[in-house]
């Protein structure tokens, strides 16, 4: 187990990590979320005795990683992929680390073919793409058989099967009773990797509990109830408030429902003779939860491009280039198309499902997702159709 107490980092003026305390238990895959900056690896790097904190202190199995008894056995980590000798081949950096903890030689052959890198395993590293460079540093956390393993960002440059042997590697360690903490910016495959969740921001604590509770206590679930025309929303509407729920107009012409569930409101309009054309449920994702939480808590936020200037204007009687249909407008990026042959109203997102040899969700949903209250405000507003491509041809003032 790993256990931060009161755990403080501060750089000069800068606190990156303030009053940390979380515990991350074995058997179990914990993810470690926060926005830029906010303080991850930092703490990554207290754990790993990489960096002292200013105050309290961060143990694993009760023992600063410092005072650990041969600590590469017992503890693995993943930090910064490209901390690595370029000349060297990955089988002889993993060789200098094995024999540096005293692993045998034939441990490291077995981890080069659990990453996969076997073929490739006499080839000078600095050769590596992205995403062999994190197959080795995953070997290199593996090499020592240990109960404890630190992941920052491990499916960073991963392809999409890359992606799906981290999960199930990730699944399985936890599954045989180590401690598996594991940082990611990719909340759609953290939903389906981990079970716990600590999440940061600022340097400090925002939450600690199971990914289920997470998205229970930050987003609502609701229902949406499509009617056929208005005068029968407007039945519903009272039917549904009167019978204690909240209810928004959707922009589609829907209605978004929370505080009654979905059989109820079924019972509602029934009783109220309206027709219901869609009764459906939207629950929220991981993504949405952890949005809504950390939004008072980004550092970094980006601004719209408004590419001022960079539009030549066209020298009189010149034709601009026509756009290619499916390419947008030559030399330039093509805005997302259209949607094809649309649904005239969003369907709700389903949770992730894990699917392949580790099949079980990760993340099932909350028992009844529509007791929670209507929030202030819409958690998301229904997505709207995507953007038609911009008229590139006009100045910019005129679109
Ligand atoms: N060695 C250092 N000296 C000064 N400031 C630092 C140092 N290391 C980190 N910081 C600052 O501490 C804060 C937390 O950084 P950290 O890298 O831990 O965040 P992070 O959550 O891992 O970010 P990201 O998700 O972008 O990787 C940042 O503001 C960063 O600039």
Redesign the pocket.
Known sequence: MIEAVGLTKR?GA?T?VHNLSFQVRPGTVTGFL?P???????TMRMILGLDNPTSGHVTIGGHPYRKLPNAPRQVGALLDAKAVHGGRSARSHLLCLAQLSGIPERRVDEVLGVVGLQDVARKRSKGFSLGMGQRLGIAAALLGDPQVLLFDEPVNGLDPEGILWVRNLMKSLAAEGRTVFVSS?LMSEMALTAEHLIVIGRGQLLADMSVRDFIAANSADFARARTPDAEQREKLTAALTEAGGQVLPEPDGALRVTGLPLPRISDLAHEADVRLWELSPHQASLEEAYMRMTQAAVDYRSTTDQREGLMQPLPPGVQPPMPVPGQGQPGWYAPPPPQQGGQPFAMPQPMPQATGPYGAPAAPSPGNPYAAPAPAEPATPAPAPAPAPADLTKPEDAR
């Not at 830029?36 to 930092?42: A, I």
């Open positions: 750089y800068k990156a926060g830029n900056g906010s303080g991850k690896s930092t910016h």
